[in-house]
């Protein structure tokens, strides 16, 4: 359940006012606004005027959730909206469910990784859904026309066109629901809003993001039955048009290599604590230095093999469940994940091992001893003794 509702910048107590979670972030949108031909100028200029306006929307989990109450949703239950290119929601309902397939992509898309993103949840974590209470998960699609962004308001899904609105030269964003880890990472907002409800600031902020990062991209990787070594672990692969010199808009594996465009600039998450990004935009670099811990995540997850969200996914999972706060940083997620990962495998163990040595690649030491320079050989990890004293 949630421990910390009200993030310590609120002025007011209720309703709890801090930015909605979208998936493209500010400086793509900065760039594009000024590097971009008059229409994507103008759609960029409109798309940040959008979620300056959701800003107020957002509202803390308990100030929806006497909403959320009169649904009495037991198990998997999804309702995917048309919002028909407008901006109230969450619009006409387009599929329910259990029914069968629309033929409309982004309805059917939201439906089903809606349904991927539960199932991950449910079967791996034995969550029942974002509030771990069967919360029903509402989606909306076709939110205004050709929008570029896809968020979470703090009740649900709302995901955008892109630019299907513009001649094909000038588009470079598809519909946001064709990447089902995009959809996985709005949906795990939600569920950290109900958990450690990390403040969307800073390396709190920053870590907020990693986490919809990490469980968007297990879902993608559940969903096409690939063990750690065989996923691209790019987040929105298929989002971009062959216009952009770019392959998604963030990679796990290598961050600040996602792309790098004329009209959109370059990638420029960190990989590592020496490259930090110290900045005042995009809410103290919540979408840029995330790039740290997500690849701590994958050298530990491919460092493990098999499937991730088998057990660095549980590691996750439980750190974000039961070990994290609000104000929470990355030493203390580090930290954190190391003593859960002793708690589900063993002091010692390879999967504790596999931890520190996923931080000591990104410059982050946990355990104490000294930082493993990320070369350890397997057969020398049992001689590891755990820090005591
Ligand atoms: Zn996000």
Redesign the pocket.
Known sequence: MSKHLHPVECIHPVPCIHPI???VPPHMLEKLATEGTDAQREKALRTMEVSEQFRGVRIAAKDFAPLAAGVKAVGKQRIVYDANEGTSLPGTPARNEGDPPTGDDGVDEAYDGSGATYDLFKDVYGRDSINGKGLRLDSTVHFRKGYDNA??NGKQMVYGDGDEDLPEADRLFNRFTIAIDIIG??L??GVTQYEAALVYRNQPGAL??HF??VFGSLVKQRSLNQQANQADWLIGQGLFTANVNGVAIRSMKEPGTAYDDPVLGKDPQPGHMDDYVNTPNDNGG??INSGIPNRAFFVLATELGGFAWEKAGKIWYDTLSNELQAQSNFQNAADATYLVAAKLFGDGSLEQQAVKKGWAAVGINVGGGPPSNGDDKKGCLSLFIPFSI
């Open positions: 979670e979208c998936i968020f979470w990472h709005e795990t907002h907020n993001e919809s990062d919540v979408h």
